[in-house]
């Protein structure tokens, strides 16, 4: 139903986890998909194959989206590569399992600059872009935890959560009149690496109990993900959209 044949997209952080499945539902939609990574290039490769085997273009670039000049360096070879930009979901990631007590400033410059700062970045580079083409969408991957705070103290985790929020309201004023629309996906637990490094085989099962639906897929943020980027979502901007089984309701 919702077609994405002729536009272009990037996803960063999609060598792995929620970036790749995003990327590959984007590809399935009919985008041609810029695959971003931080160090895995091997699973970088891997994404990028998959979206070759549905028939879309697929462009591989290794940035630190948290570093301006890696991000000034991938916009560029977007547009040299492509020549436009359609679509940026800003989702690369990470988080740490430590509270207060734990953390120290180093811990939270690094999640601060990784989740947030990337956003900033990335989204002033799009709207750039998107500003002269005058349409474009954009998208932020938050969390539930920036709805409702994070359940063991990640502070710094659940600041950039609810940061990504702020941002997404905000920046959706300043893009309007471009034709650009600004949207947040806020997952719930969705089981990837980074889920569980933070929690646990044990403790996902646990928190899988808790929540009506159980564990989320990738798909079913991929399919968030298509939605928010499609012609027919053009009047949705500013949202944050829950993709969380029931874990919150708001
Ligand atoms: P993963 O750890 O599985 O994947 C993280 C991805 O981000 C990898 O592709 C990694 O690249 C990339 N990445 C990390 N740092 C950078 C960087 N500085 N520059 C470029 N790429 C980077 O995480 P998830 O898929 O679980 O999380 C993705 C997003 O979804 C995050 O924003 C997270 O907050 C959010 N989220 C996740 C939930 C979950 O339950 N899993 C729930 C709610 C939100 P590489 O492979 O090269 O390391």
């Not at 272009?8 to 985008?31: F, H, K, N, P, Q």
């Not at 009149?177 to 600004?182: A, D, E, S």
């Not at 403790?203 to 929540?211: D, H, I, N, T, Y």
């Amino acid at each position: 139903m919702f077609s994405l044949k002729g536009k272009v997209a990037l996803v960063t952080g999609s060598s792995r986890g929620i970036g790749r499945g995003i990327a590959i539902s984007l590809a399935e939609a009919g985008a041609d998909v810029v695959v971003n990574y931080a160090g895995n290039a091997k699973a970088a490769e891997e994404c990028a194959d998959i979206i070759r085997s549905k028939g879309q273009k697929a462009l591989v670039i290794q940035a630190d989206v948290s570093e301006e000049d890696q991000v000034k360096a991938m916009f560029a070879e977007i547009m040299k590569e492509f020549g436009r930009l359609d679509i940026l979901v800003n989702n690369a990631g990470t988080s740490q399992d430590k509270d207060i007590f734990a953390m120290d400033k180093a811990d939270w410059d690094r999640i601060i600059k990784t989740n947030l700062t990337s956003g900033m970045l990335c989204s002033k580079s799009a709207m750039e872009i998107m500003s002269e083409q005058k349409c474009g969408r954009i998208i932020f991957i938050s969390s539930v935890v920036g709805e409702r705070g994070a359940l063991y103290g990640h502070i710094h985790y659940a600041a950039t959560k609810s940061g990504q929020i702020g941002m997404t309201k905000t920046l959706a004023r300043t893009a309007a009149p471009y034709n650009i629309t600004v949207n947040a996906i806020a997952p719930g637990f969705i089981a990837t690496e980074l889920f569980l490094q933070t929690h646990g085989e044990e403790e996902m099962k646990k928190l899988a109990a808790s929540v009506p639906l159980g564990i989320g897929s990738l798909e079913d943020i991929g399919a968030a993900a298509v939605y928010l980027a499609s012609d027919e979502a053009r009047y949705v901007t500013g949202a944050t959209l829950d993709v969380n089984g029931g874990n919150n309701f708001r």
